[in-house]
């Protein structure tokens, strides 16, 4: 089976630093766009960072200048690093690729669980 493990959430205080990594197991053929989302309490999830296949990034406004995406084609991980990290920030964060599996015809969309990452001082 296809997985997807989050780590590096926990607790930072406002303007720390996290680097949240995602490691993608399984019987991967084609590794397509992964990204980053986020959830917060009583709030809808958004997409915080996305990388594609060729490399082309894209972040969220709240995010732009702070966040800095990144992956591995060959180790099958993507990372997110997080700076200046503000209270706002504070959601669970959830690692998502876009993947062609082993004997399947079409990729699709997978999830990990989600690692939570908290900025209170």
């Known amino acids: 089976q296809v997985q997807l493990v989050e780590s590096g959430g926990g607790l930072v205080q406002p303007g720390g630093s996290l680097r949240l990594s995602c490691a993608a197991s399984?019987?991967?053929?084609?590794?397509?766009?992964m990204a980053w989302y986020r959830q917060a309490p009583g709030k809808q999830r958004e997409l915080v960072a996305v990388?594609?296949?060729?490399?082309?990034?894209n972040y969220a406004d709240s995010v732009k200048g702070r966040f800095t995406i990144s992956r591995d084609n060959i180790k099958n991980t993507v990372s997110l690093q997080m700076n200046s990290l503000k209270p706002e920030d504070t959601a669970v964060y959830y690692c998502n690729g876009n993947f062609l599996i082993y004997g399947s015809t079409w990729p699709y969309d997978y999830w990990g669980q989600g690692t939570q990452v908290t900025v209170s001082s």
């Open positions: 990388v594609t296949r060729g490399g082309s990034v």
């Open positions: 399984g019987s991967i053929a084609k590794l397509n766009a």
